[in-house]
């Protein structure tokens, strides 16, 4: 029996008939697919993956932590982890990322900062790994491995290795620096879906104790479109001033706030270099390759901005 048999079999079983059509709906980053059911009344997701490379127990488990906080994600219907399968509510197939327009844009993030500040306010992150200096130096080291090593065959030595180390220390000290919480570790605009006009939240396994800052970055300096430097800044403020209301533990001051969002915007862009870089050596998905000027766009700006960063520049573009 081959895999699409065995899905087919597992779906005939537990809804006690088989799908009318078995569709491909979408393949992400990550070794998980998902296939999209059809019944003649309704229709469901499934996420499909090896049991043997995929842990599915931190998505199950998140995905009831953030359902019991009345978070917009979508239901558990079935699952047979042992074969790979979860049966998933049905969002449709419209991000959040294929809406967004210059007329729409305010509007839509507005609202994706809301619903950042009840992720934020209304969920313990107790049970979470910990964003902790080794994390953070892992995602660093893909950078070096994958963005300078294999995309363009540098390897890092002498003065160079010991600029990046220095550079990877300044970040790794401010990110540690910033007041925690639930981090969900890919907020961003292909990770929220839009159905009936509501905004619903996908892609959270991955979620982390880790800096405030960390998703309102993911979400406005976004690794696939990018907007205008004062129309991001006018959303950091907004969220600022909601976290605050809110009584989560942002900073007191703006000033030191915006210091936290690029510093760890900056270590995600760092990472993401390194994972687009892999992502098309490695698993022969070339197409993040054009998303990689825009990543690589927004460290520039950011060394550029603070002269403790200025080699770290230097070395990118060298």
Known sequence: MNRTEQL?????????????????????????????????????????FDPAVFDCLPFLARQQQLAGAELPVPAVLAQNLEQGFVLLEDLGDVTLASLLNAENAKAWYLRAITLLVELQANTSDDELPVFDGAFIQRELDICREWYFGQQFGVTLAGKELATWERSCALITMNVLSQP??????????RNLMVQNDQLRLIDFQDAVKGPIAYDLVSLLRD???????????????????????AGLPVHDDFGDFYLAFEMAGLQRHLKILGL??????????????????????????????????????RLLVN
């Not at 078995?22 to 499909?48: C, G, H, N």
């Not at 925690?180 to 605009?189: K, N």
């Not at 991001?232 to 909601?242: G, N, P």
């Not at 698993?283 to 960063?309: G, T």
């Open 8 to 48: 087919v079999s597992w779906l005939t079983l537990s809804q006690g008939q088989a799908p009318q059509t078995l569709a491909l709906a979408a393949a992400d980053a990550s070794v998980r697919q998902y296939w999209r059911a059809t019944y003649p009344e309704k229709s469901f997701i499934v996420m499909e």
């Open 180 to 189: 925690t919480l639930f981090m969900h570790r890919d907020y961003h605009s």
């Open 223 to 245: 690794a696939y479109l990018d907007w205008d430097e004062t129309f991001v800044l006018d959303l950091v403020i907004r969220y600022w001033e909601q976290a605050r209301a």
């Open 276 to 313: 687009f870089a892999r992502l098309n050596i490695r698993d022969q998905k070339s197409q993040y390759l054009a998303d990689i000027p825009r990543v690589f766009q927004y460290v520039r700006q950011v060394c550029l901005r603070y002269s403790e960063l200025t080699p770290l520049g």
